[in-house]
């Protein structure tokens, strides 16, 4: 039987909301972003219902990783990234906060995807690529996901990610931060 310890995780779903007043809003606010393509994301009445739809999500996720009902999830931070931003295409995290969140208005096909890295590294020296008929979640370095419009992802703040390649497609994110 195995049993699997110091799991991590990444949620994804798609939300069932009109992007057209999303994306309207990023676009206006992205008119002057700074030489690293993100700016704030504004407070804005029209993004409440994106915001609820994304705090519930977050509520599940805490739930499902063991957090109790009396959690109330805070937002601490929010901005708005165009196509590769210089910060995100090198591994990194978010310090001090327990979720993070990514939501892609904008994402065409063939756009640049969003990459995980295994926290234990070290297995990059024990598995053999080419013994392995399965990649999962025993045997991965890293693990990526593709960008969709509409899709929302959460994950620990703590797992190092990135975005891969640049690529000449279109891609829209919305990153939040927030703790529990």
């Known amino acids: 039987m195995i049993t699997n310890i110091f799991s991590s995780f990444v949620y994804n779903t798609i939300l069932d909301i009109d992007n057209k007043k999303i994306l309207e809003i990023c676009n206006k606010e992205l008119l002057n972003p700074s030489d690293h393509n993100q700016v704030d994301l504004p407070k804005h009445n029209q993004l409440e219902p994106l915001l609820d739809q994304i705090k519930t999500h977050v509520k599940i996720v805490a739930k499902e990783i063991g957090y109790n009902d009396k959690v109330k999830p805070v937002c601490v ?3 708005i990234n165009i196509n590769n931003a210089r910060e995100i295409i090198k591994p990194h995290l ?5 979720l993070s969140c990514v939501y892609y208005p904008l994402a065409d096909n063939n756009v640049s995807k969003i990459e995980f890295l295994n926290p234990c ?3 990059q020296y024990v598995i053999k690529t080419d013994k392995i008929d399965n990649w999962n979640q025993y045997n991965s370095v890293t ?3 593709e960008p969709s419009n509409n899709k929302l992802i959460i994950f620990p703040s703590w797992l190092l990610h990135y975005v891969t390649d640049k690529t000449q497609s279109k891609r829209m994110s919305i990153a939040l931060n927030y703790i529990l």
């Open 94 to 98: 978010h310090p001090k906060v327990d």
């Open 121 to 123: 590294q070290q297995i």
């Open 77 to 79: 931070d929010s901005w």
């Open 143 to 145: 693990w990526t996901i």
